[in-house]
């Protein structure tokens, strides 16, 4: 069963119960990530969730970490291109005390200078370690050629100089802008009391939200683009990513229920074309895939192969070949049942996990103003027919993408600079 809870100060709740549940996952989530960061802002909101953890008025960073391990319980966060969370997973009868730490952590971090500039090297350190790794460069490279020179194009972890010359002024600042009740979402999921949950949250939260708070803007809308990008690293693989804007954003439940099924027969999974036309006949990549990624306002469906670098002319021309070969023939009703098949087990698996109904319905609400349950959610699906799945592939993938390549330098990457399906 799915609760909702707004309080005076903005500040929404949402909680789901879960048959059977032992624990209890309790979480915050904020409506911010790069999607709110200027340019001289980009890595603000994944460096304010680090320094979330560095200390309170009363407890050092040793002292969080050692409570939530006390109680066998688990703490942790995380920050996307839109939105940040803190959640705890604890035993249903220790709710309350993980409850008490996040809001601690979320009202009385203290950001200490001596804590801020050590944080510093560890963000910088993770910079280092996602750079090490094409396939994650390939990732935020391919997103911000398809949202070119927009804030939702923006990496998470930041620029090294925005992180290198922010202080504790310039960050207090924007976590004071971005951390308000209205842009707030507590979540929990598991095994709970609503009548204690609501109590715990009136207590811990709403209370200390004491001041006037103005409403956030509305995130952009995004513009589509079709560049091609190209970072040059010393690397054995060449790694290709394709995109394309859906022109549709979370909120229009039916349109991507046939873009996730569109997707999910092109490159989700061992069964689909590109895996099976790149990779089990042809031998060329261990790694290819496609998938759908949904913000508020936008969404766009990524292609990625990794492949040796004098094959990418090859691997370049196949997936055109394929992605034409989806486009002009469709696909079987064989095909469509197996990846709706693949929907509803995925679902049913996030059903039973009290992170991630906890994780999604913080998201629904603070994106789409309402959560929606499983049979809502798998409603749009049942609905999609082989036709429907046709006609979203032909106004996708007809004409030019955007694209990157990450690898050696050298003229392989030339072939991606106009690629398009016609």
């Known amino acids: 069963m799915i609760y909702n809870k707004t309080f005076p100060s903005g500040l929404r709740l949402v909680g789901e119960t879960i048959e059977n549940a032992y624990g209890v996952s309790f979480g915050v989530m904020v409506d911010v990530g790069s999607v709110r960061e200027e340019t001289c802002e980009n890595g603000y909101s994944h460096f304010i969730e680090h320094m979330q953890f560095k200390g309170t008025e009363k407890r050092s960073s040793r002292d969080i970490s050692e409570e939530m391990e006390d109680i066998g319980a688990d703490l942790n966060a995380y920050t996307s291109k839109d939105c940040t969370c803190y959640y705890t997973r604890t035993a249903a009868d220790d709710l309350d005390k993980g409850v008490e730490m996040l809001s601690d952590m979320y009202f009385n971090a203290t950001f200490p200078d001596d804590e801020l500039q050590r944080e510093k090297k560890v963000v910088l350190e993770e910079i280092s370690m996602n750079n090490d790794s094409p396939e994650d460069v390939s990732q935020d490279v391919i997103a911000e050629a398809v949202y070119k020179d927009q804030k939702i194009g923006q990496t998470i972890l930041g620029l090294v100089e925005n992180i290198n010359n922010c202080d504790r002024h310039s960050i207090l600042n924007f976590k004071k802008k971005h951390y308000t009740p209205y842009t707030t979402v507590v979540s929990v999921a598991g095994k709970f009391d609503w009548q204690q949950v609501c109590q715990l949250v009136e207590q811990y939260f709403e209370s200390n ?82 998938f759908l990624s ?40 064989k095909e469509l049942k197996r990846a709706k098949a693949h929907v509803v087990t995925t679902l049913g698996f996030a059903s039973e996990s009290s992170i991630s109904r906890m994780r999604s319905n913080a998201r629904q609400l603070i994106k789409l103003g309402r959560v929606l349950t499983i049979d809502e959610t798998l409603a749009p699906y049942t609905k999609v027919t082989v036709d429907d799945v046709q006609e979203v592939s032909q106004k996708l993938f007809t004409g030019k993408m955007a694209s990157s390549y990450v690898g050696k330098k050298g003229k392989q990457s030339d072939c991606l600079k106009e690629f398009s399906v016609k």
């Open 209 to 290: 939200f004491n001041e006037e708070y103005c409403k956030a803007d509305d995130e952009e809308y995004s513009k589509y683009s079709t560049c091609s990008l190209v970072v040059n690293k010393p690397v054995d693989q060449a790694h290709i990513s394709l995109a394309v804007g859906t022109g549709c954003g979370l909120g229009d439940i039916d349109q991507c229920a046939k873009l996730y099924l569109a997707s999910a027969v092109l490159g989700g999974g061992l069964s689909s074309r590109l895996f099976q036309k790149i990779r089990e006949e042809r031998g060329l990549a261990y790694s290819v895939y496609s």
């Open 294 to 333: 949904e913000y508020k306002n936008s969404g766009y469906i990524e292609i990625y192969c990794g492949t040796n670098p004098d094959s990418v002319p090859e691997c370049v021309d196949l997936l055109r070949d394929t992605i034409a070969d989806f486009v002009d023939n469709g696909i079987t009703d």
